[in-house]
């Protein structure tokens, strides 16, 4: 594991933020500097996974790769672009304005490589439609913590089939009352109530659709 | 249904203080949604249409056969008059800005939530030096554009309505248990600096956090009992939710969160004023701590996230425990479910004492009459072969 990238997994923000700077400062290529933080989330997320992190500690590494991003994400213009495991698209969906857990699974799929289309809370059917076409992303992530809104993803599922999308893009549902009984009712292809196992699922529809 | 040897009263008091009763009583959390849309009015409406509103609750009340005891009377604030609990009130307890208590929202409109920082950093030092009144009095114009005495009118008006809420429901032979509403300092920074921003300072500058709270929670405490002391409710509910196993670890919870939920309660324990200590998320892993609290004179009342089965092993003969239906099932779920469940709370967690069947935090705006219907005639039913 490389220093900065146990940094991250350590939590040690001045520390990380020390050795991002003098990797830009030693000529080391931006994009294996954003790697090396990939790998330290990756470690977190796995720690997560095993129950010795909590949310405030994908919350707190989340934040430090944000912070070492905004410094390398410049540099990397005209340079070797970094390249994205995907687009996707993101929100909460209509009616419910929840958006604690969108955020934070939305830091986790950056921090995972993900080009990340975050439209907000309380997101209607056609703007997420809208969205997809725009950016031709072919992941759609909507978030949920009411039972209302188990129809307004359902809305939205149709709403994507009756754009003619429904084929080209993989539809991941999330929030604590998420189950698989809801991920089937509303017609997506899959559901979380936890953030980095979301990120995994993400990764794996990345992986079908390229 | 079950025949009957207590009153309502006698009932929950029993409850609380884990004695024998004829039943387990039954006390949903009941805000104004679900009533609201129940009697056709929109929850907008509803919330600002305080006689109208309260009404929907007793019709609802009515209709069921009633019930137990209301956790909260209705939907007012309880609150001292100051300039302080006008301020915080106006900051939102939970982020939600009531209608008709900003000017700039007007009588008819939803509550409106904001999400953004209503603490920054800068400002803990000033909580530091002069406390959370201090510090609230000294911006006042920053979170509202009312003068002092119109705040402090208003105040009056919140806590007149909510001492006559719990009238509304006292001559009915039922009690309240919640004279007044209160955030721990941790839930109280996290929601004013929001979940991200707090858990960075909490990372950052553990500290100035630890003095910020200490700073805070006197006050917290002072006008608290003053606010039950207005409503005449001898109860409080501390409301909990950023603290638990959910969202951080132990060490958190041992340093910034317990030692002041821990005071909170001693202090309220001493005035006679019982806790209703609003558990929302999980908090399995912290339930053991509560053995610490003073015993038979709190309610650990949980959303469905925490292991309320896990609660009853550990709590059994310290604490009383109130939940858990969870809103999905109220929901989207059947009556028969309902009663599937509500049964298996009985048997399990109402063994012996020490249990109020409830819902998992408030009964949702979209619940089902039939299923609410069935958890309240079940707990009147279902008695338990034991
Ligand atoms: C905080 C909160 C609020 C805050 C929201 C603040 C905000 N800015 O988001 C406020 C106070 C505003 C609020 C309002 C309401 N709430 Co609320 N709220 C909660 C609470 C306590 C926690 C939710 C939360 O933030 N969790 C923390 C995050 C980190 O967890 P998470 O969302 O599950 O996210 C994780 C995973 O699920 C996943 N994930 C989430 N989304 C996605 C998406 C994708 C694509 C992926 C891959 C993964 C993923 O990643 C995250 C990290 O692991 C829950 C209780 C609970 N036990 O969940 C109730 C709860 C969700 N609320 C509820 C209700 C009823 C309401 C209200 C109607 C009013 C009320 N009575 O409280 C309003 C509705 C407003 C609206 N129109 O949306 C109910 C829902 C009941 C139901 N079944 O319908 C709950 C369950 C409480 C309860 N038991 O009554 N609420």
Known sequence: MSELADAIAELNEDEAKRLVREKIDAGVEPLSIVDECREGMDIVGGRYKNKEYFLSELIVSGEIFKEAMAVVEPLLKGGKQAESLSKMVLGTVKGDIHNIGKDIVGTLLTAAGFEVYDLGIDIAPSIFVDKLVETGAPILGMSGLLTPSFESMKETVKAVEEAGLRDKVKIIVGGGIVTEQVGKYVGADAFTSDGPEGVEICKKFARETK | ?386
């Open chain 2, 1 to 386: 249904m079950i025949k009957e040897t207590m009153t309502s009263k006698e009932r929950v008091e029993a409850a609380i203080k884990l004695e024998p009763y004829d039943r387990v009583p039954v006390a949903p959390l009941m805000d104004v949604m679900f009533p609201s849309r129940h009697k056709g009015m929109t929850v907008a409406y509803g919330i600002s249409h305080w006689k109208e509103g309260l009404q929907a609750i007793v019709d609802i009340f009515d209709e069921v056969g009633g019930w137990d005891a209301m956790i909260l009377p209705g939907y007012s604030l309880a609150l001292t008059p100051k300039v302080a609990s006008g301020v915080m009130a106006s900051m939102g307890t939970r982020g939600y800005k009531f209608p008709g208590q900003d000017a700039a929202v007007s009588e008819n409109s939803q509550p409106q939530y904001e999400e953004r920082e209503r603490l920054t950093v800068d400002n803990y030092d000033e909580i530091i030096k002069y406390g959370w009144s201090g510090f609230a009095e000294r911006n006042r114009e920053r979170y509202t554009s009312f003068p002092p005495e119109q705040i402090i009118a208003w105040a009056k008006k919140q806590t007149e309505h909510y001492a006559r809420e719990g009238e509304t429901w006292a001559q009915k032979g039922v009690p309240s248990l919640c004279g007044a509403i209160v955030e721990s300092p941790l839930m109280f920074l996290s929601t004013k600096r929001s979940l991200t921003s707090f858990t960075m300072d909490l990372h950052r500058i553990p500290d100035k956090v630890e003095a910020v709270m200490d700073a805070l929670v006197d006050d917290l405490i002072t006008d608290t009992i003053e606010a039950a002391r207005l409503t005449g409710i001898p109860g409080v509910m501390l409301v909990l939710e950023r603290g638990g196993c959910f969202y951080y670890p132990l060490k958190i919870f041992e340093r910034f969160e317990f030692p002041y939920m821990k005071k909170m309660v001693e202090a309220f324990a001493a005035e006679g004023l019982i806790t209703v200590m609003h558990f929302d998320q999980d908090w399995t892993l912290n339930l053991p701590y509560l053995k610490e609290l003073p015993e038979k004179i709190c309610i650990a009342e949980l959303d469905s996230t925490t292991d309320i089965f896990k609660a009853k092993e550990i709590l059994k003969g310290h604490m009383c425990i109130a939940g858990d239906v969870p809103a999905s099932l109220s929901a989207i779920g059947t009556p028969e479910d309902m009663e599937a469940y509500c049964k298996k709370l009985i048997d399990v967690v109402g063994d012996g004492g020490g249990f109020i069947l409830s819902s998992g935090c408030t009964i949702p705006a979209n619940a089902k009459f039939e299923n609410f219907k069935t958890m309240i005639d079940t707990a009147k039913s279902y008695l338990p072969a034991r």
